[in-house]
């Protein structure tokens, strides 16, 4: 019987009973993704896959001596991303939420940890792309760093170029680290994947693969794919923070205006 094949057919929800069955869900969840943040193609959809790894977490939950130290539903990209650049402060991910009372079990986190309760919350769409952190010296872009595993990540300085709205020169000469996303619109997507087909190779599965795959492969490819687009979320930076990016020429926008070269911060942090 071929073991690959059994093992696709249980379901992602299944709680594994057995330690032979959360070995061969870890190596699914671990095989996915890797397929997700270090290559061009995504073997299980979001879906599927946040719910393998709650079953994974589950199946720790009675048996933690499984895991053997080694928890990837804790660990930044599942932890199979890594990178030889050593972040200021760590790139850490979203995690996720699939129920109301998994909203107020984390509220409740929260308040414990605010030890006061929240004020309130701000609530915008998230963008799914390639997380970036673009590093400046004396207002200089010097440096392109991807998440990796949320210490260390990997150079792309070369696929600067590439991405539309991320200035290469600020208006003041600042040491400064800006954290945002980049990623694929529709349009960029589908005429990515023209391009793609018509140079004889596989389109992109989803413009979330695409992204990173048309940035790594930038270093190499001997055909240009349509420019990336830098977006990012507010929720990071503080008002006065957004307002200083503005004056020194990295402009805050909103990702909901869906307009490519409208920059946007999520993070802002002085480099010493």
């Not at 093992?7 to 993704?33: L, N």
């Not at 050593?86 to 991910?93: D, E, G, K, Q, Y």
């Not at 004020?119 to 991807?146: N, S, W």
Request: one cysteine or more; hydrophobic letters at 40%.
């Amino acid at each position: 019987m071929d073991h690959t094949a059994e093992t696709d057919r249980i379901p992602a929800t299944h709680i594994p009973a057995t330690q032979g069955e959360y070995m061969d869900a870890v190596a699914r969840a671990t095989a996915a993704a890797s397929a997700y943040y270090t290559s061009e193609d995504i073997v299980m959809d979001d879906g599927a896959y946040d719910a393998l790894v709650r079953s994974i977490a589950k199946a720790q939950e009675t048996h933690p001596e499984w895991s053997g130290g080694q928890d990837i539903t804790t660990a930044v990209a599942a932890g199979v991303a890594s990178g030889d650049v050593a972040h200021t402060v760590p790139m850490l991910s979203l995690d996720n939420t699939f129920s109301e009372t998994d909203l107020d079990e984390w509220e409740a986190s929260l308040t414990k940890r605010l030890v006061r309760p929240v004020d309130g919350f701000t609530v915008e769409p998230k963008m799914d792309g390639l997380a970036l952190a673009a590093r400046y010296r004396a207002g200089k872009l010097v440096q392109l760093i991807t998440r990796g595993d949320g210490t260390h990540g990997e150079d792309v300085t070369f696929a600067a170029a590439h991405i539309v709205g991320l200035p290469t020169e600020l208006s003041e000469p600042v040491d400064v680290e800006v954290r945002g996303e980049v990623l694929l619109t529709d349009e960029q997507f589908a005429r990515a994947n023209e391009l793609r087909l018509s140079h004889g190779e596989k389109p992109f599965s989803y413009a979330r693969s695409g992204s990173a795959g048309a940035l790594r492969g930038a270093k190499d490819r001997t055909y240009a794919i349509p420019p990336l687009s830098r977006f990012g979320s507010r929720r990071r930076a503080c008002a006065a923070a957004r307002g200083w990016t503005s004056q020194i020429g990295h402009p805050v926008g909103s990702p909901r205006t869906g307009r490519p070269g409208n920059a946007a911060a999520s993070s802002v942090a002085l480099l010493t």
